[in-house]
């Protein structure tokens, strides 16, 4: 109970372009020989991040704290990369777009939703679409995002991606099973006649 279990979207989804995004659960129940997780929190891992900063880029990095329809408060960490060096204003006001559309998505979403929205990438594309009206834009990305406060309405959706069950083992193999242990007491039967 309490243990955190990282897993990348890339094991969740087949697709190995996300092999950089970890997503974070950590156990609250544990069943028989399931343990139950719910959802804390995702991140990048480092050498990604370090990839898209070069010399003369700006790094512009942001923090912030939003709540979703299902009253669940998230922090989210986005940062832009620019082409080239930027002045401090078109910085502050990049920073600006990143936290209105952040806002927006949370305002309209559940924490479902939400981190769809984030996870699948739609948020970075709006926001990178509207930052670069401002000056060259390379990358807008959700560098990591944690949950702050659980929802207050329970749901039965998985706040991530539904992950399709393993299929159970075929019926004919556990009847094969039972027969054999009745051939062999058929067997002795026979032995103790003769």
Same mark, same amino acid.
């Not at 990282?6 to 028989?32: A, I, P, Y």
């Not at 990095?61 to 832009?80: E, L």
């Not at 594309?125 to 990358?139: L, Q």
């Given at each position: 109970?309490? /243990? ?27 069943? !028989? ?9 995702? &991140? ?5 991040? /370090? ?13 912030? !704290? ?6 669940? /408060? ?8 620019? @082409? /080239? ?26 924490? &479902?939703?939400?981190?769809? @929205? ?20 390379r990358r807008v990305e959700i560098a990591k995002t944690e949950i702050l ?5 329970? &749901? !039965? ?31 002795? !039967? ?5």
């Amino acid at each position: 109970m309490g /243990r955190t279990v990282e897993v990348t979207l890339n094991e969740l989804t087949g697709d190995m372009k996300l092999m950089h995004v970890k997503l974070t659960f950590q156990v609250r129940e544990v069943v !028989d020989l399931a343990a139950k997780t719910q959802f804390v929190g995702h &991140s990048m891992t480092s050498d990604y991040v /370090r990839r898209m900063v070069r010399r003369g880029n700006t790094r512009i990095p942001g923090v912030f !704290d939003v709540q979703t329809t299902d009253g669940s /408060r998230i922090r989210v960490k986005p940062f832009a990369v620019t @082409d /080239r060096r930027c002045q401090t204003t078109q910085n502050m006001a990049i920073r600006a777009i990143m936290g209105a559309a952040i806002q927006e998505s949370a305002s309209k979403n559940n924490l &479902s939703g939400f981190l769809a @929205d984030v996870l699948q990438g739609g948020l970075s594309e709006r926001m990178h679409n509207a930052a670069r009206k401002i000056h060259p834009v390379r990358r807008v990305e959700i560098a990591k995002t944690e949950i702050l406060e659980a929802p207050s309405i329970s &749901s !039965d959706e998985t706040p991530v991606f539904k992950v399709a069950a393993p299929e159970p083992e075929p019926v004919e193999a556990s009847a094969e099973a039972t027969e054999a242990p009745a051939a062999t007491a058929e067997a002795t !039967d026979a032995d103790e006649e003769q």
